[in-house]
């Protein structure tokens, strides 16, 4: 199904679909650095509060609003005539690695409510490897859209 109306607006829906993909990737790589930073601090401490507002703010009033807009722009693409051939691999590819890159989103909330009940237990470690999980998800969905190797 498409929506002829929209044929008009490709390049604009697709401008915006990259900024919010932009806005929605910089909060997912700043996430977790919060996190590596709130695990060296001690609980309770002025700084470990200080954490939890930036990690707040980070989460609910960028990066979950971007992501949403990233998801509204790319489903009105799909809705554009003519844009997605749904029998190419690439954009199969593409999207079961946005699918991740939302399962990792959905993830943050939990890591956000055990700092912010100073009860998180996973160490330093996890959240620096946690970190690179969005860089490489990105790298293979620019791939995939832009080389379209199959
Ligand atoms: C529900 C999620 C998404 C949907 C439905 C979607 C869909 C689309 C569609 C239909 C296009 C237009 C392709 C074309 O013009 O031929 C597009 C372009 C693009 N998307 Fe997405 N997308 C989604 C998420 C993402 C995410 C998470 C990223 C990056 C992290 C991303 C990066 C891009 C880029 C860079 C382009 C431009 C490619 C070009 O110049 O042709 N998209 N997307």
């Known amino acids: 199904m498409t929506i002829a109306l929209l044929a008009p607006l490709y390049p604009w829906l697709k401008a915006l679909h990259i900024v919010s993909m932009v806005a929605w990737m910089a909060g997912l790589f700043y996430l977790p650095r919060l996190y590596v930073y709130h695990c060296a601090v ?7 509060e200080r954490f939890k507002v930036m990690e ?19 489903i009105l693409l799909v809705l554009t005539p003519g844009v997605i051939d749904w029998s190419a691999g690439w954009w199969h590819v593409k999207l079961l690695a946005v699918l991740l890159l ?34 490489l998800l990105l790298l293979l969905i620019v791939v995939m859209v832009i080389v379209r190797p199959f």
């Open 42 to 48: 001690p609980h309770g401490s002025i700084e470990s």
């Open 56 to 74: 707040r703010r980070l989460l609910k009033q960028i990066t979950t609003p971007a992501m949403l807009a990233t998801f509204g722009f790319g």
């Open 102 to 135: 939302a399962g990792f989103h959905g993830a943050a909330p939990g890591w956000r409510r055990r700092f912010l009940e100073d009860r998180n237990t996973k160490p330093e470690r996890f959240y620096r490897i946690a970190n690179e999980v969005p860089t």
